[in-house]
């Protein structure tokens, strides 16, 4: 029904900088919230940033002032552009469409297969 396919992630020196993008397609009307989760090593997943339809943002405390979330609706298209990336940045990092409704109704939750991200120190 709903795929989304994620794009950026790699190995970056700490301090360095990447971008993730994530694009829905499918038969989608609207989406109200996408956002990104990650995954590091021996941890449980964990937000790090959403953004709204309407574009209001939440950032997890951890990369407040160094990640910035952003999406295009029109797209159906979500990016992070990571920046002063720290060793503890490593993960999966996921990305997620929350509320997606079709032509035909609602469609629910989405998740993306995951991109992996690795900051060396």
């Known amino acids: 029904q709903v795929q989304l396919v994620e794009s950026g992630g790699g190995l970056v020196q700490a301090g360095g900088s990447l971008r993730l993008s994530c694009t829905a397609s499918?038969?989608?009307?609207?989406?109200?919230?996408m956002g990104w989760y990650r995954h590091p090593p021996g941890k449980p997943r964990e937000l790090v940033a959403t953004?709204?339809?309407?574009?209001?943002?939440t950032y997890a405390d951890s990369v407040k002032g160094r990640f910035t979330i952003s999406r295009d609706n029109a797209k159906n298209q979500v990016d992070l552009v990571m920046n002063s990336l720290k060793p503890e940045d490593t993960a999966i990092y996921y990305c997620?469409?929350?509320?997606?409704?079709?032509?035909?109704?609602?469609?629910?939750?989405?998740w993306g297969q995951g991109t992996q991200v690795t900051v060396s120190s």
């Open positions: 953004i709204t339809r309407s574009g209001s943002t």
């Open positions: 997620n469409a929350d509320e997606v409704i079709s032509t035909t109704g609602w469609l629910g939750e989405f």
């Open positions: 499918g038969n989608i009307f609207s989406i109200n919230a």
